[in-house]
């Protein structure tokens, strides 16, 4: 498709043709993410989901909705978590509140916030995950960087709702302490390891 539209350009028809053909083929890749998902949910737990679809209108606006945003997503990182996710969703018949609001929001993080949240949250209690029990949730945790796009990565997290602003912290005053500066205070909540996992999956 590259080659053609930009390299070899000989008519609109073989542009199409050729973007016609990427375009199934990028598909056909993706599927196979959610069908690879699909192979760890159980033949009751699809059963239970898919006869419950014809009076949950929601989940099956969720469903359709994964699908369409793994099919035109840029990244293919959003590709993968897309179906991850679409087996919690058909696992548990719906989603929880992080869930949807990743699926929703999943369009305005790129891969290197992805890669930056995956690495800040891995390291900044790395110690704590070696340990059951670890108490990881709702404990202030602190980066330290010189990459200030960490904090700007670190910042769309928190705005949905995927990490939390400190206690008794307002976002007014979280934003007027933190931006500009060499260290970032943020809590953990019940969904953040999740999304680690999730991200190294």
Do not use: C, W
């Amino acid at each position: 498709f590259a080659a053609k539209a930009f390299y070899q350009v000989s008519g609109v028809e073989v542009l199409k043709n050729s973007m016609d053909a990427y375009m199934v083929s990028r598909f056909s890749q993706r599927l196979n993410y959610f069908i690879h998902e699909h192979e760890n949910i159980t033949e009751d737990e699809k059963k239970d989901f898919y006869s419950d679809l014809i009076n949950n209108k929601q989940n099956l606006n969720y469903l359709y909705e994964i699908v369409e945003k793994a099919r035109t997503t840029t990244h293919e990182l959003h590709a993968k978590i897309l179906a991850v996710l679409s087996s919690e969703l058909i696992k548990n018949k719906g989603f929880n509140f992080y869930e949807s609001s990743l699926v929703a929001n999943l369009h305005t993080l790129t891969y290197d916030d992805l890669v930056t949240y995956e690495k800040v949250i891995r390291e900044t209690h790395v110690e704590r995950l070696s340990k059951p029990n670890n108490g990881i949730y709702g404990s202030v945790l602190t980066l330290t960087t010189p990459d200030y796009r960490s904090y700007i990565s670190i910042q769309k997290f928190l705005n949905i709702g995927m990490l939390s602003y400190p206690e008794d912290v307002s976002k007014l005053q979280f934003e007027k302490t933190n931006s500009f500066r060499k260290s970032m205070d943020f809590v953990v909540n019940d969904y953040s390891l999740k999304l680690m996992l999730i991200l190294q999956h």
